[in-house]
């Protein structure tokens, strides 16, 4: 069952799981489980999606409860009326803030039929570096190797734009088949237990449609995150309201964790 994190007589946001596409592709012509078949079937209605998360990408989707909803919010995101906070472990140590306006191209679809590479359009995100850690791994040339807990805020919402933003500036997000380094994503899968993308959509701030009130949606991380975290002790620098939906019994984790020796 998937989490639901609101609901009202218009929008219902979601927290939905790494490795759940939202609605039927080529990209996994195998896949039988969608996001948008299951919240469908969960709440008994049909739901539209008014935007997307890439199927490795954890945190908050937000469907709206009838076509006519969906188009005034997907209005709102083109107007860029909404806020989107994403946390991702990435290789290196990132600035500590960095604004980026490095215009991309969009992917080729390469199921598409006839598709053309199309112009640059505008991409823009900020960065935040949160927090470090040093393992005493030799990975790549290094006898040590680095990773930064990274806030990503996109001002605009191209596809893959976080993963391409993070792989220019050479500091590629953790699992990221992708864009990624595979020495370190194999490292994290093998030895970390984290084998899956480390990117999480873990706020979404928005105007409601009807009522025009404020909405903040929060997602909680899932296990794989928390276990990183803990072993990285890493809670203190996650933003308040994220510190607020880790569960009272793993945080008093940390300290043990941090303690074992790194493999």
């Known amino acids: 069952m998937l989490e639901i994190i609101y609901q009202d007589d218009y929008l219902v ?5 790494s490795g759940l596409l939202v609605h039927r592709s ?11 078949q299951l919240l469908r079937n969960q709440l ?26 969906a188009s005034l919010v997907v209005d709102m995101w083109r107007e860029r ?54 393992l005493d791994v030799e990975i790549d040339k290094y006898p040590q190797s680095r990773y930064s807990l990274v806030e990503a805020l996109p001002k605009t ?22 864009y990624g380094k595979g020495r370190h994503s194999r490292y994290f899968r ?11 959509a873990w706020q979404l701030s928005m105007q409601h449609p009807v009522t025009a009130e404020t909405l903040t949606f929060t997602a ?18 996650l933003p308040a309201d994220l510190q607020l939906t880790i569960p009272a019994t793993r945080q008093s984790v940390a300290a043990s964790e941090t303690d074992k020796p790194t493999e």
């Not at 946001?13 to 799981?17: D, Q, V």
């Not at 080529?26 to 948008?36: A, C, G, M, S, Y």
């Open 157 to 178: 919402g191209r596809k893959h734009q976080i993963r391409r933003h993070l792989k220019h500036l050479s500091h590629p997000i953790i699992g990221d088949a992708r």
């Open 190 to 200: 093998d030895h970390l237990d984290a084998g899956r993308l480390l990117l999480h």
């Open 220 to 237: 909680s991380m899932d296990d794989v995150w928390l276990r990183l975290i803990d072993r990285f002790d890493w809670k203190a620098q």
């Open 44 to 69: 008994g209605k049909r739901v539209y999606p008014v935007h997307r998360l890439d199927k490795p990408t954890s945190g908050v989707l937000v469907f709206a409860l009838s076509s006519e909803i």
């Open 13 to 17: 946001a979601i927290n939905k799981p």
């Open 81 to 134: 009326d909404i806020e989107k906070r994403y946390l991702a472990i990435v290789r290196g140590y990132m600035p500590e803030e960095l604004h980026l306006d490095y215009a991309m191209r969009p992917p080729v679809d390469k199921y598409a039929k006839n598709e053309v590479e199309k112009p640059p359009q505008e991409a823009i995100t900020d960065f935040v570096r949160l927090a470090t850690v040093e």
């Open 26 to 36: 080529e990209i996994d012509r195998h896949e039988t489980r969608f996001v948008l």
